[in-house]
């Protein structure tokens, strides 16, 4: 669509973005009122209403409540790096998570028992319903939240062993790999499906996001033998990081 052919909205909001863009409109700035965008660009309440939802989904201003609408300042995405499991004196699930081994994470855990769901069943092998230990966990860095993480590891493999608890017991917090190896399944494989959408309502809240904004969704699931031993979906704010992959060849 060439750019004349545009809406109204989409113009003037094209236009506020290129602002924001050069620095004309720095971080923290009130962007122009309603009726300020109505007269400068010669339209309507309307489309002056539009062209602030616009830029607002786009993550570029935020409302404050009594204030106005102001310009976002906005975060320089950090490496989110996959490079597959390393064997080392830190292999917690911080550390495989995040790509910066400057970064001294914490993490927050909660374990449960539940059925699986259709779509966890398919990607573990099971029967929907077969019962499974769900983990959820939230990573810190420098005490501020960074990344979501829930887990499903089939309690078929894993019930009546030590390792049943990720976060108990005498491999706690040591990850997939080394907890599985105690009961002699060998993960020789990962897979990862890397996907977009919206945020949910809670996520953002946990994370200090803007519900609706995107979240990138990391899937991951470990095997041994070809048979599916935990997988996972690791979420962060898509505006805070860039997933990274360094592959060797071989």
Request: hydrophobic share 40%.
């Amino acid at each position: 669509m060439a750019f004349g052919d545009q809406p109204a909205y989409l113009r003037v909001a094209g236009d506020l973005r290129q602002k924001i863009a050069a620095g004309e409109l720095p971080p923290h700035t009130r962007l122009p009122s309603q009726a300020r965008i109505r007269e400068q660009y010669g339209v309507s309440d309307t489309v002056a209403l539009e062209a602030r939802k616009v830029l607002m989904a786009e993550g570029l201003v935020e409302g404050r409540s009594g204030s106005g609408t102001y310009v976002r300042e906005q975060p320089v995405p950090r490496a989110l790096a996959r490079t597959g499991y390393r064997m080392s004196d830190d292999s917690s699930p911080f550390r495989q998570e995040q790509a910066d081994s400057r970064v001294k994470g914490t993490w927050e855990s909660h374990s449960e028992q539940v059925p699986a769901s259709a779509a966890i069943a398919r990607r573990l092998r099971i029967a929907r319903g077969d019962r499974v230990m769900r983990t959820e966990y939230l990573f810190r860095a420098g005490g501020e939240p960074v990344m979501l993480s829930t887990s499903w590891e089939p309690l078929a493999l894993t019930a009546r062993t030590p390792v049943v608890l990720p976060e108990e017991g005498p491999l706690a917090g040591r990850g997939v790999v080394e907890r599985m190896a105690a009961i002699d399944l060998i993960v020789d494989n990962v897979t990862e499906e890397v996907g977009a959408r919206p945020g949910l309502a809670a996520e953002a809240l946990a994370l200090g996001g803007v519900p609706g904004h995107c979240v990138v969704v990391i899937q991951r699931t470990y095997c041994a033998g070809g048979c599916p031993v935990e997988t996972a979906d690791v979420v962060v704010l898509a505006e805070r990081y860039r997933v990274a992959y360094h592959l060797p060849v071989k």
